[in-house]
């Protein structure tokens, strides 16, 4: 009979493989009692509604109540939504998080009135409160919700909006139906010669297959689904770009983009820059894609050329432990209290769920909140480097959130988006540094410099071009230029041309890749992760080239939660990102990249 190794139950996976949410609570019934604490106090929120214009003191005495009250239900919704990842067959888990998520949003609306109210007082009292000795602890808080007030409308006007909301989500909500749900691709045959369903999940697999057949027959099989709906995307696509300017007009935005990025406060020449800067590199880039041709031995390249492995993989065989003590080698750089506190969460306090079990998340993430563990979930394999890879990355994570949360008080006790991937892709252009400096294997050596050149195209010039179709479609809209399907193709094509180059073979069918992406309908997203990546790899030059003032600097950013705005964090950390010098110094570190894989072949 057939040996078919099986994925584990939960209760199979060992009690130290697993992380410890009891930490967090002991039982379920010690969840049960604060959660019933926690819920008894919704109702008083209502004693605060209309108090807020009796002085900073009844203003101090709502914040805290608030406040106080988020922090205990992020503990209690930690636990509750850790609990079911580890195990969505776990009908008593789905249980907890179903009565949490019940209670939370009765609180939520309870607590609605706070932002409205306050910013409904005249300016010279809310001057009064920011410049109040009683709210100095909530003076930031209180600086950025003034700054909402030009951009929030009365309470009438309010509603309206608010009663859009669930309207405002057809465009997105149709195209995930379309796209997830209707859209089909047919049958394939795979790299083994196997018949499998072509889907989104498997699109990505086959394009890194060696057989090109097959990568070209998935390209233009996938592709040809979206083209018998292209009509359809562009309309969707066309109606989200007009509900984001309607949305950025009512609010007294003067595009969408600025409305997009006021959240964060950053300028619209941060996105700008981005842009012009990649702009530069561009040269280098086709350079790239020219020394693959050659590698792959190929006539012309192609799209579908581009994801497969440059040389043949070697097996690897890391066990847990020895990833572990990967990690911390390459955090060295770091100091001593970085590793050690890196060290207890992974070896003693259990901060990581490694190993896949039936029911868990699939993926990785860390998460945890201010009262708990920066917890990490894995589906660690020791078969694949890349799982090693994951690892630093969400321990990079849950360290920016360890020591913010050991520095900053609850209020500031967490980071914004913009800044959330510098500390996990930094940590990986740690490993990456320690592996090129102890792999004396050729193969491998190549095989991580086309890593980290792959990483580096695929995150900074590809997320930079889809960023430039965001600004260019959204400007035209507000230009008063029609969103034809005619427009969107021609655009996008504009793009491919500008950032494959001259001498890449462009299908005709990859105009239509700029109506297929998720993330354009939460515009103007995509290029956080551009200057994410941009901001990691000249932090880490930086660091590893420096000495301790800039090492200092690096774990002030990595302490500084909310506590400034992301762009002034990063400036403390010793990069402006307002200006282009950090995403140059990424992209000179690309080009050295694309030197010695030229040298090592």
């Known amino acids: 009979m057939e040996n078919i ?35 008894a106090k919704i109702a008083q929120y209502a004693a605060f509604r209309g108090t807020l214009g009796n002085g900073a003191e009844a203003v101090r005495e709502c914040l805290d109540f608030c406040f106080a009250m988020d922090r205990q239900s992020e503990k209690l919704a930690v636990y509750a939504f850790l609990r079911v990842s580890e195990d969505a067959g776990n009908s008593e888990s789905m249980a907890l998080r179903g009565k949490f998520m019940n209670a939370a949003s009765r609180a939520g609306q309870e607590e609605s009135f706070l932002s409205p109210e306050l910013l409904a007082l005249s300016n010279e009292t809310l001057q009064s409160y920011l410049e109040s000795p009683i709210l100095a602890d909530y003076q930031l808080w209180l600086k950025r919700l003034i700054e909402e007030k030009a951009h929030t409308l009365t309470e009438a006007e309010e509603r309206i909006l608010a009663m859009q909301s669930e309207m405002a989500q057809t465009p997105s909500a149709t195209f995930d139906q379309l796209v997830d749900v209707d859209m089909t691709f047919g049958t394939i045959t795979n790299h083994q010669g196997e018949t499998m369903e072509l889907s989104h999940a498997s699109f990505g697999a086959l394009l890194r297959g060696k057989k090109r057949e097959v990568r070209k027959q998935t390209f233009e099989q996938f592709y040809a689904g979206f083209d018998a709906h292209k009509n359809t995307l562009a309309s969707l696509y066309a109606g989200n770009i007009h509900q984001d300017i309607f949305y950025a007009k009512v609010r ?40 693959r041709r050659q590698v792959m031995g190929l006539d012309s ?76 979930l894995m589906n660690y394999r020791k078969d694949s480097l890349d799982s090693v890879f994951t690892l630093i990355h969400e321990a990079g994570h849950s360290m920016h959130s ?70 260019d479609t959204h400007a035209a809209a507000e230009a008063g230029e029609p969103m034809t399907l005619e427009f969107f193709l021609s655009t996008y094509r504009k793009l491919l041309e500008l950032y494959f180059g ?8 990859l105009s239509l890749e700029g109506l297929r992406i998720p993330h354009f309908y939460r515009a103007f997203y995509v290029y956080k992760y551009a200057i994410g990546l941009s901001a990691s790899i000249a932090l880490s030059r930086r660091v590893l080239e420096g000495g301790e003032k800039e090492l200092a600097d690096y774990l002030g950013f990595l302490s500084g939660g909310s506590s400034k705005e992301p762009l002034d964090l990063l400036l403390g950390a010793g990069v402006d990102m307002r200006k282009p010098e950090p995403i140059a110094a990424a992209l000179d570190h690309f080009s050295e990249l694309v030197d010695e894989l030229k040298k090592e072949i």
């Not at 992974?346 to 945890?368: H, M, P, Q, T, V």
């Not at 491998?444 to 960023?467: C, S």
């Not at 001259?502 to 069918?509: E, I, K, S, T």
Request: charged residues 30%; hydrophobic residues 40%.
């Open 5 to 39: 190794q099986k994925v584990p139950s939960r209760s199979e996976i060992a009690p130290e493989d697993k992380w410890n949410v009891e930490s967090i609570y002991a039982s379920i019934e010690a969840w049960e009692a604060d959660f019933a604490q926690w819920e």
């Open 252 to 291: 007294n935005f003067q595009s969408a983009r600025e409305a997009a990025l006021f959240d964060e406060r950053i300028p619209v020449s941060v996105y700008d820059n981005l842009v012009e800067t990649v702009h530069k590199y561009l040269p280098k880039l086709y350079e790239y894609f020219e020394i």
């Open 301 to 376: 390249i192609h799209m579908y050329d581009t994801y497969v492995p440059m040389f043949q993989d070697t097996e690897v065989n890391i066990p847990w432990d020895d990833a572990v003590e990967m990690v911390l080698e390459s955090v060295k750089p770091l100091g001593e209290a970085y590793v050690s506190a890196l060290s207890r969460g992974l070896k003693i306090d259990r901060w990581c769920d490694r190993y896949e079990n039936r029911g868990k998340d699939s993926g990785a993430f860390s998460g945890g909140g201010y009262d708990t563990f920066p917890f990490i």
């Open 402 to 471: 360890y020591l913010t949360r050991k520095n900053q008080p609850y209020i500031h006790g967490d980071y914004k988006i913009f800044v959330a991937e510098v500390a996990s892709t930094f940590n990986e252009q740690l490993l990456l540094r320690h592996l090129l400096q102890t792999q004396p294997e050729r193969r491998q050596r190549l095989n991580l410099i086309n890593k980290a050149i792959d990483e580096i195209r695929g995150t900074i010039f590809r997320q930079t071009m889809f960023a430039e179709f965001e600004r």
């Open 502 to 509: 001259p001498d890449f073979a462009l299908d005709g069918l």
